[in-house]
């Protein structure tokens, strides 16, 4: 879908050039010269990214920037200031998400519009409706902060200044220590790297390699340039870089500039840390039986399908176990469905306990559990299935107070299919015929008395 960017500028002559760039590169633009025209915009159609420019007969750009910002309605929306260098700091402040000169050549001006963009997106959030995180900068810790600059002195430099102005630990490393590092696990939450630390543009290759490392990929980067090296800011951006400053930090009279925008990207990283934890829990809830903690029905089946697609590439063979336990209505009207639960979750202690990293355990619903194990002969799951019987059996289940105490014994009925190596057929196919003789092989047991393991024999897949 096409980024939709609304352009406020007072000067006309501004807006409309403005908007004849970018709609040159196919994005959806609107331009507005007035305040009210923006909000009625906002009103109207919600942007993915706001160009603020000035000359606003109306209201100054830098309030309309925290009148934005501070709107629950619009916060979430990027902002792209037009400022000269001496204002950036104040636009930083007002909440602008980041700045250009307003006399930004186009490369440097696509370059930043993209990196916003792509920084914004949240496709799987959406998806889930999850709530957004909080806007505020809520490390716990410290914020790590890893300084690869082309001396020693520079990186001091950056350290004294950045230090005087921001909360965080700032280590200076070279670009070995810092892909060591990142191998290991010990990544920092933001990297200020050197655009040329030892030779040229090989702090962008850096920044390629840390990108590119899944611990570090999520971390922030900002690329700091030499003034005759300006060529390389869009590369910088375009590659994945949160910003670009002057290798400089500007001084000490930029230097707060600097540090905010740094805070910013801190801020930004912990946003989407939180968004990515919250999918994480939202996936496993997904894929999770909330009684057991065991894999549910829906995460069960996909995963039995790819450990016979695993076994027919690896000519191995596999094996599914039904298990159900016996008389388990007694259980709840007996003693109750709380007494019923707590029988559940202690079977299904007992059999993840007892399969251990062999295999995948599954509850697929009411009292019906699920095995597979993969590299399995008929004799090891025979094996199996008798010490999941006899887990389930030799002790007896303790009930909760609530439902009036005491202890049940409980046993279970085991049904097992076995897939020789060599089998024919889709993997899913295979899957689903190996769990129905498995389920069959269950109701023999159930049959034949319960408390018991029967195995069914071999079926070639249709």
């Known amino acids: 879908m096409t980024a939709r960017i609304l352009v406020a500028d007072g000067a006309a002559t501004a807006r409309i050039t403005l908007k004849v760039r970018l709609s040159a590169v196919c994005y959806d633009v609107v331009a507005v010269g007035w305040f009210d025209q923006l909000a009625a915009q906002l009103a109207t159609a919600r942007p993915d990214l706001i160009i603020l420019g000035g000359g606003f007969p109306d209201c100054p750009a830098s309030d309309i920037c925290k009148q934005l910002t501070s709107d629950v309605r619009y916060a979430d929306i990027p902002v792209l200031m037009l400022v000269r260098p001496s204002d950036r700091l104040g636009a930083l402040k007002a909440g602008a998400t980041a700045t250009l000169d307003p006399d930004v050549e186009d490369q440097m001006l696509m370059a930043r519009v993209r990196g916003i ?21 809520s490390h716990v810790a410290l914020p790590q902060v890893v300084l690869i600059a082309d001396s020693v002195g520079r990186a001091l430099r950056w350290r004294q200044l950045l230090s005087d102005r921001m909360a965080g630990r700032f280590d200076i490393q070279d670009p070995d220590e810092a892909l060591g590092a990142a191998a290991s696990g010990r990544t920092a939450d933001l990297y200020l790297i050197a655009a040329d630390i030892r030779n040229r543009g090989d702090g962008l290759r850096l920044l390629s390699e840390l990108r590119s490392r899944q611990g570090s990929r999520d971390a922030g980067f900002v690329i700091a340039i030499a003034p005759e090296r300006e060529e390389l800011a869009a590369i910088a951006l375009d590659l994945g870089a949160g910003d670009v400053l002057s290798d400089s ?51 069960a089946l996909p995963k039995l399908a790819e450990m016979a697609r695993d076994a027919l590439m690896s000519k191995q063979g596999f094996c599914v176990l039904a298990i159900d336990l016996d008389h388990f209505k007694a259980v709840n009207d007996r003693h109750g469905h709380m007494a019923g639960d707590a029988v559940l979750a202690e079977v299904a202690h007992r059999l993840r306990d007892t399969v251990g990293g062999a295999g995948l355990v599954a509850r697929m619903g009411g009292e019906e559990f699920l095995c597979a194990l993969g590299n399995c002969t008929v004799e090891c799951a025979l094996r199996m299935a008798e010490a999941l019987r006899r887990a389930v059996q ?60 029967v195995s069914a024999p071999f079926e070639h897949a249709a």
Do not use: C, Y
């Open 249 to 299: 930090l500007g001084g000490s009279s930029g230097a707060q500039a600097a540090a905010m925008s740094l805070q910013k990207l801190l801020s930004r990283k912990t946003k989407s840390d939180q968004r990515r934890a919250e999918v994480q829990r939202h996936m496993v809830w997904a894929m999770t039986d909330p009684l057991t903690g065991l894999s549910n029905r829906r995460h």
């Open 394 to 453: 030799d002790e007896p289940v303790a009930l909760p107070g609530l439902s009036g105490g005491g202890q049940v014994r409980v046993t279970a009925s085991v049904g097992v299919a076995a897939v020789p190596p060599g089998s024919d057929g889709w993997p899913d196919q295979i899957a689903r015929l190996a769990t129905e003789r498995a389920d069959r092989a269950l109701l023999s047991a159930k049959a034949r008395g319960r408390n018991r393991v």
């Open 117 to 137: 963009l792509r920084d914004a997106e949240h496709p799987q959030e959406a998806q889930l409706g999850l709530a957004e995180a909080p806007a505020a900068f």
